[in-house]
């Protein structure tokens, strides 16, 4: 039981090229979620998607796209990335209409040179 | 519209004193409040919720709604508390989003 897996946990990428953040959940959750995390700016919240095939922006939506591919997976792409991307990423699930425990991945270190 | 504030970047303190992080909010109805942790080369995870009104690891927190705040405490701070607290705001209104606030690192003083 994994919980919620991340994938990569570090990633360098040079300004202009994509890529794509994994996150995987086995928790049968139905509410999944991106954020990133800035020093002096907490959490803040790139898209969220409350359950399959439904996908919302949060407060910090531009220069990411998302899929929510199936109840377990939920990618974050980075079409054109920019320095100022560079953050630590976290993705959290909760089950749907529970304002309860978000359960967070390990967190993907993304530089952008 | 919905807002969480931390004051404190950094706070510390000694080992055996009290300690006390503050969470103020703003809020149109019954917000549900959490407190949650990040230790050192670990994944974010709830320490507590108001809902629960328990203690975990010796934390309290009472969420005041006079006030709006959802300070956290301790009587006597350890070494292994010395982490990233963040204090998050969810409800009905916040279309099953969850807000935090900026954070506040703790360091223990041994």
């Known amino acids: 039981n994994a919980g919620v897996t991340q994938t990569p946990k570090f990633q360098v990428l040079k300004t202009g090229q994509s890529m794509t953040l994994q996150c995987a959940q086995d928790?049968?959750?139905?509410?999944m979620y991106w954020y990133r995390q800035d020093p002096g700016m907490g959490l803040r919240l790139i898209y969220y998607?409350?359950?399959?095939?439904?996908?919302d922006k949060g407060e910090v939506p531009n220069g990411y796209n998302v899929s929510r591919l199936n109840k377990r997976e939920f990618s974050l792409r980075l079409e054109s990335a920019a320095p100022s991307q560079t953050s630590v990423y976290f993705c959290?699930?909760?089950?749907?209409?529970?304002?309860?425990?978000?359960?967070f991945g390990e967190g993907s270190r993304l530089t952008v040179l | 519209a919905q807002r969480v504030t931390q004051p404190e970047k950094l706070l510390s303190v000694f080992k055996g004193a009290p300690v006390e992080l503050k969470c103020n909010y703003s809020y149109s109805g019954s917000p549900e409040l959490f407190w949650y942790v990040q230790y050192s080369r670990q994944r974010l995870q709830l320490l507590l919720r108001?809902?629960s009104r328990e203690s975990i690891k010796g934390f309290t927190a009472d969420l005041n709604k006079g006030e709006t705040s959802f300070h956290l405490k301790k009587p006597f701070a350890q070494e292994e508390d010395s982490a990233m607290y963040y204090c998050?705001?969810?409800?009905?209104?916040?279309?099953?989003?969850?807000?935090f606030g900026t954070g506040t690192s703790l360091t223990v003083i041994p």
């Open positions: 998050a705001l969810s409800g009905r209104n916040t279309g099953n989003q969850f807000y």
């Open positions: 108001h809902i």
């Open positions: 959290a699930t909760n089950r749907r209409g529970d304002t309860g425990e978000l359960f």
């Open positions: 928790m049968n959750h139905n509410s």
């Open positions: 998607s409350a359950s399959e095939g439904t996908t």
